[in-house]
Every structure is written in structure tokens, then in C-alpha cells.
């Protein structure tokens, strides 16, 4: 299954991105997605997932910030991102599990797609 993830850029502190992660697969509703980031030196960081029954979570450091969702239609994961902060600044990626629920690692990997904050 491949993806690509897109719209990453430059934006200013305050303002908005969102990320799209398109899905080569026809059965993309059957599993469940997250978005990652991942900085220089650092581990990459599970920031949000959204399961195939639509249950999100978030880590503590986007939460009330960043929305995932997804239209299994058009075989699409999103990232809302509001009120950007320079620390949200990092390499966005989003993944698919092997399953309906986030378990264990990611069993593919889009391309990455780049978001800089600027204060």
C-alpha cells in the first residue's frame, strides 16, 4: 500500500496546515492511520490516529489543536492543524496499521512532508 502525504509548508505561529494522506488502497476504510513527526535527533512522535471505526487520539502535546479525520471515499487521511506553535515545526508522516486499531508499529510509511513554523 503506498501513501502520499501533502500539504506541509511554511506558516507563521497562530496560523493553520492541513495535511492530506492519500491512500493507494481501495480497502483503506479497513484500517487504521496515524500521523507522525519526527525532528533532528529525536524519535519520531505519534501526534494523532484515527482508527477504522473513526475513534481519534491525540498526544498531550496537539491536543484541542490538531484534528485527524478521514473521507474513505476518496481514500484520504487529514491533519487539521490550528494554532501552530514553532515547536510543531518537524517532518509530518502518516502511516497505516495492519488493522482496524492502532497496535503495535505502522505496517507502511508516506514519503514525509515538511511543516516550519515561524514566530
Known amino acids: 500500500v503506498q501513501l502520499q502525504a501533502s500539504g506541509g509548508g511554511m506558516v507563521e505561529a497562530g496560523g493553520s496546515l492541513r495535511l492530506s494522506c492519500v491512500s493507494s488502497?481501495?480497502?483503506?476504510?479497513?484500517?487504521?492511520i496515524g500521523w507522525y513527526r519526527q525532528t533532528p535527533g529525536k524519535q519520531r512522535e505519534l501526534v494523532a490516529s484515527?482508527?477504522?471505526?473513526?475513534?481519534?487520539d491525540y498526544s498531550a502535546s496537539v491536543e484541542g489543536r490538531f484534528t485527524i479525520s478521514r473521507d474513505n471515499a476518496v481514500n484520504t487521511a487529514y491533519l487539521q492543524m490550528n494554532s501552530l506553535k514553532r515547536e510543531d515545526t518537524a517532518v509530518y508522516y502518516c502511516a497505516r496499521y495492519s488493522g482496524s486499531y492502532v497496535v503495535g508499529e505502522p505496517r507502511d510509511w508516506g514519503q514525509g512532508t515538511l511543516v516550519t513554523v515561524s514566530s
Open positions: 484515527i482508527t477504522s471505526g473513526e475513534r481519534t
Open positions: 488502497a481501495s480497502i483503506f476504510r479497513m484500517y487504521a
